[in-house]
């Protein structure tokens, strides 16, 4: 006796055959949730780069309190907390976007769905990548100089020249 062919099993990958259309890109309903931790990392980033000036500003000044350096910190330091909440804002968004069909169809297709499907006639996947990459790096680069300015009380630039100095004679 021979075992029944499966017949249901999995399609077979390359090029569909001349007689049949090709098959349909799947589209997903909603987002793929995301994990932990990409939830929350640009959140912690931001309020590290915070407190990490408000630590040195108390290390600058011996008798100014914690909080006291905290309630300064929160008026001149303020564009990190404003970062902080646009990326709270952006996480309320993709928490919405993965338990809402037609809420993620309407981000993912109208707004941003034309800059998507330009940019990927455009670009490669790997050239995208590499762009989104350096990008990334950029910021990073461009908070640290911004944060580095702030507690050396010079311009961003030039904290950047003066770190690696400070580092090397610590």
Same mark, same amino acid.
């Given at each position: 006796?021979?075992?029944?062919? +499966?017949?249901?099993?999995?399609? &077979?990958?390359?090029?569909? &055959?001349? +007689?049949?259309?090709?098959?349909?890109?799947?589209?997903?309903?909603?987002?793929?949730?995301?994990?932990?931790?990409?939830? =929350? $990392?640009?959140?912690?980033? %931001?309020?590290?780069? @915070?407190? =990490?000036?408000?630590? !040195?500003?108390?290390? +600058?000044?011996?008798?100014? &309190?914690?909080? *006291? !350096?905290?309630?300064?910190?929160?008026? *001149?330091?303020?564009?990190?907390? @404003?970062?902080?909440?646009?990326?709270?804002?952006?996480?309320?968004?993709?928490?919405?976007?993965?338990?809402?069909?037609?809420?993620?169809?309407?981000?993912?297709? $109208?707004?941003?769905?034309?800059? +998507?499907?330009?940019? $990927?006639?455009? %670009?490669? *996947?790997?050239?995208?990548?590499?762009?989104?990459? @350096?990008?990334? =790096? =950029?910021?990073?680069?461009?908070?640290?100089?911004?944060?580095?300015?702030?507690?050396?009380?010079?311009?961003?630039?030039?904290?950047?020249?003066?770190?690696?100095?400070?580092?090397?004679?610590?």
């Amino acid at each position: 006796m021979t075992a029944p062919v +499966d017949t249901a099993g999995p399609a &077979p990958e390359g090029l569909t &055959p001349p +007689d049949e259309p090709p098959h349909a890109k799947k589209v997903e309903a909603t987002r793929k949730p995301m994990s932990f931790w990409a939830r =929350i $990392r640009l959140i912690a980033l %931001f309020v590290l780069a @915070w407190f =990490i000036i408000v630590w !040195a500003s108390v290390a +600058d000044n011996p008798i100014l &309190p914690f909080s *006291d !350096a905290a309630m300064i910190q929160l008026y *001149d330091s303020q564009w990190l907390l @404003w970062l902080a909440g646009l990326e709270l804002v952006r996480q309320v968004h993709f928490f919405i976007s993965e338990r809402s069909a037609s809420y993620h169809r309407f981000w993912s297709q $109208r707004v941003f769905g034309g800059t +998507d499907r330009a940019l $990927r006639r455009k %670009f490669s *996947d790997w050239t995208r990548f590499r762009l989104a990459r @350096w990008i990334k =790096i =950029i910021a990073f680069v461009v908070l640290f100089a911004v944060v580095a300015g702030q507690i050396l009380e010079t311009s961003p630039i030039l904290a950047l020249f003066q770190a690696p100095a400070l580092l090397y004679g610590a």
